[in-house]
C-alpha cells in the first residue's frame, strides 16, 4: 500500500508536455483496436485518433509486481503511434483486473438479488477496496508510462468499459440487479462501500416484491431504491472522473455510453410494477437510463460523453441524425412518441445537451452485433455531423482491411474528406 502512495505522489509530476489538446474546429476521426504498424498509413488518410488498450491483468498479474516485458510492449505501440502524429486514447483496463482483486478480497464482486457473483470484472460500484486497487494501478501507469501521453482516457463500469451494470441475464437468472453483495447490502458503519454511497434504503428487497417488512411496499419506495441503484452507478463513474482529475491529467475523459438505454415510459411502467420485469427488464437491470444518469455526472470541464451505437440501426428512417428541433421536444411527456423514431446516437446527444454537456463524440457499433453494408461510413459521418459530434471513433481497425462491406480505408478516408 506505502509503494502505492508513493506511486500517486510521483503521478503528479508526470503530467507534462499536454498532448490532448485538439485542433480548434475541426472533427477527429480515429479507430478501435489500432494497429501501430498502420499508423503512419491510416494518418495518411486523414485518420487522426488510435486507441492504446492497457490491460491490467497483463501490467500487473500478482499485487505490486508489474511486467516489464509488458510495460515496453505499451510503451512501443504509444511511441509508434505518436511519431506517426497521432493523437492516443487509453483504455485503463478498469475492466480487466487480475485475478488477485477479486479472489482474494472479499465483497470485490458484484452479486445479484439470486447471490451469484459476476465473474468479468470486478465490482466498482459497491467496493472500496476494488477503488483503492484500481487508483494504484492508475497510478501505477501514470508513472510509468506518463498519462499526459493520452489525449483522452475513456471512462466506464461494466465488462466492456461502458457505462453500465453487468448484464441482466446471468447464470440461467434473468432481471438480475448488481446491488446485494455484502457491501451494498449492509448498513453499519465498516459496510466496506466507497463513502458516497449511502446505504441501501430497504435493505434485503428484492426486484418484484409487493412486500417488505410485512407491509405492502409502495411504488414509491420502489423508485426511492432504484433512484439509489442508479445514483451508485453514477457515483462509480464521478470517482473515475475525479481520481483522474486528482493527477494533474488534463485531457478528455469520455464516459462511453452503450445503445440507447430505457425510456421514460419504461421507467414509469417498470416501477408501477415493482421492477418485475415486465418491462425494459434488461435495460431497467443494467441501469441504462441515460435520460437520468447523464445528468448525475457532476463534471463538465472536459467530459465527453460517446455513444457507442452510430450506425446501429435505430431509429425510423435508420440510422438517422439529429434534427435541429430536438431540443424543443418534451421527451419526459408520456406522449412524446417522436423519441422513438430517433436513432440511438440522436437521443443520447440530446439528453446530453440537455445535461449541459459541450462535448460529445461518438463511435461506431461495431460490425460484429450489427453489420456494416456499403454506404455505412458516409451514414455515420452524416450522424456525426448533424448531431455536432466532436470525434468518430470506428470500430475496428481490422475491419478497414479485411473485405467487412463499406468498412475499407478508402471509403473512411473518403467520408474524412466529406465530413472532417
Known amino acids: 500500500m506505502l509503494c502505492r502512495i508513493l506511486v500517486a505522489a510521483l503521478l503528479c509530476l508526470a503530467a507534462i508536455g499536454d498532448l490532448s489538446a485538439q485542433p480548434p474546429n475541426s472533427r477527429l476521426f480515429g479507430t478501435l483496436q489500432s494497429d501501430p504498424s498502420k499508423a503512419v498509413t491510416e494518418h495518411a488518410a486523414g485518420i487522426r485518433v488510435a486507441s492504446l488498450p492497457i490491460y491490467w491483468d497483463r501490467y500487473e498479474p500478482a499485487e505490486g509486481v508489474f511486467d516489464s516485458a509488458y510495460i515496453a510492449s505499451v510503451k512501443s505501440e504509444l511511441a509508434s503511434f505518436q511519431a506517426a502524429g ?27 438479488q439470486y447471490g451469484d457473483q459476476y465473474t468479468a470484472t470486478a465490482d466498482l460500484v459497491f467496493s472500496q477496496v476494488v477503488r483503492n486497487d484500481v487508483q494504484g494501478f492508475a497510478a501505477q501507469v501514470g508513472h510509468d508510462i506518463g498519462l499526459a501521453n493520452f489525449w483522452a482516457i475513456r471512462i466506464g463500469v461494466d465488462s466492456t468499459g461502458e457505462y453500465s451494470y453487468p448484464p441482466a441475464s446471468y447464470n440461467g437468472h434473468s432481471n438480475t440487479y448488481w446491488a446485494f453483495g455484502p457491501n451494498a447490502q449492509s448498513s453499519g458503519p465498516d459496510s466496506g462501500r466507497p463513502p458516497t454511497i449511502g446505504a441501501d434504503p430497504f435493505p434485503g428487497w428484492r426486484p418484484g416484491q409487493t412486500q417488505y417488512d410485512g407491509r405492502a411496499f409502495t411504488t414509491a419506495e420502489v423508485g426511492t431504491w432504484y433512484s439509489w441503484y442508479l445514483a451508485s452507478l453514477a457515483d462509480a463513474v464521478n470517482w473515475q472522473i475525479a481520481t483522474f482529475r486528482a493527477t494533474g491529467y488534463q485531457g478528455l475523459l469520455r464516459v462511453l455510453v452503450p ?12 416501477v408501477r410494477r415493482h421492477l418485475d420485469g415486465t418491462t425494459a427488464p434488461s435495460l431497467l437491470a443494467q441501469g441504462v437510463g441515460f435520460f437520468i444518469t447523464l445528468g448525475q455526472i457532476t463534471d463538465r470541464d472536459r467530459v465527453e460523453i460517446v455513444p457507442t451505437s452510430l450506425v446501429n440501426g435505430t431509429g425510423t428512417p435508420r440510422n438517422n441524425g439529429c434534427g435541429t428541433l430536438d431540443g424543443q421536444v418534451d421527451i419526459m411527456a408520456s406522449a412524446s412518441h417522436e423519441i422513438y423514431t430517433w436513432s440511438s446516437v440522436r437521443w443520447i446527444t440530446d439528453i446530453a445537451r440537455r445535461d449541459g454537456f459541450t462535448l460529445v463524440g ?59
Do not use: K
Request: glycine share 12%.
Open 86 to 112: 497521432m493523437l492516443v486514447e487509453a483504455s485503463i483496463g478498469i475492466e480487466s483486473p487480475p485475478s488477485w482483486v477479486t479472489d482474494d478480497q472479499p465483497g470485490t464482486r458484484y452479486t445479484d
Open 259 to 270: 445503445g440507447t438505454g430505457f425510456y421514460p415510459d419504461d421507467y414509469r411502467s417498470a
Open 362 to 420: 461518438g463511435e461506431s457499433a461495431g460490425n460484429q452485433i450489427y453489420p456494416y453494408y456499403p454506404g455505412v461510413m458516409a451514414d455515420a459521418a452524416h450522424q456525426m455531423a448533424s448531431c455536432g459530434l466532436a470525434d468518430l471513433m470506428w470500430a475496428f481497425d481490422a475491419d478497414l482491411y479485411n473485405g467487412t462491406s463499406g468498412s475499407s480505408l478508402a471509403d473512411y478516408a473518403t467520408a474524412i474528406t466529406a465530413y472532417g
